[in-house]
């Protein structure tokens, strides 16, 4: 079964561009593990069990990307690089000191960054975003975050197979759903259009 933006309610499941900056800048209140979590996985739409899994040789200050391994695929070892902004780089390495440990564990397998149980990184996800003000719904989940990451990659202009890569989807169908946004993400996605005629 397909991937839909909305629950049977019709209540929408991903964050809007104004919820997701409510949430990043929430999350600069938050202790930094969980500051550096929110950020993590609003920038790279991530699952959460990805991020929870995220070693220190595996943030490549190099390239500017953090490799996944892609969680939900059917055999181990599938990785997959997503670019992110230097300041998300430079706040990982401030908080989790991963260029040293880079340094002083160079060829051994690294412990992951968050030491973080699922269920209390989720919590404190969930705690963020009734900080931001984002009220109770399907949105207001990590996964909300996930969905908003392919909404406004979409919005921004990203073509889709780059946003299929970035998510770790196998089919192309799962990613065009993003594309499917209303509201203010559609009423972006039309200006866009609009502004190139």
Not at 81 to 95: A, F, I, K, Q, W
Not at 180 to 191: S, V
Request: one cysteine or more; glycine letters at 8%.
């Amino acid at each position: 079964m397909s991937e839909q933006l909305f629950d049977q309610g019709g209540r929408r499941k991903y964050l809007t561009a104004r919820e997701r900056r409510a949430f990043l800048k929430a999350a600069e209140d938050s202790p930094e593990q969980v500051r550096t979590l929110c950020h993590v996985l609003a920038f790279t739409g991530c699952r959460i069990s990805e991020a929870l899994a995220l070693t220190a040789d595996r943030v490549d200050f190099e390239s500017g990307q953090i490799i996944f391994e892609s969680l939900k695929k059917r055999r181990k070892g599938v990785y997959r690089g997503v670019p992110v902004p230097s300041s998300l780089l430079d706040m990982l390495d401030d908080v989790h000191d991963l260029r040293s440990l880079k340094q002083i564990q160079h060829s051994v397998h690294l412990a992951h960054i968050w030491t973080m149980s699922r269920p209390t990184a989720w919590r404190a996800i969930k705690t963020v975003m009734g900080s931001a003000g984002i009220e109770a719904g399907p949105q207001a989940s990590p996964k909300g975050l996930r969905h908003g990451f392919g909404v406004f990659a979409v919005s921004a202009g990203v073509p889709l197979n780059m946003i299929q890569k970035w998510l770790g989807h196998a089919q192309i169908s799962t990613t065009a759903i993003y594309a499917n946004a209303q509201g203010p993400e559609e009423r972006n996605l039309a200006e866009r259009m609009w502004g190139s005629s």
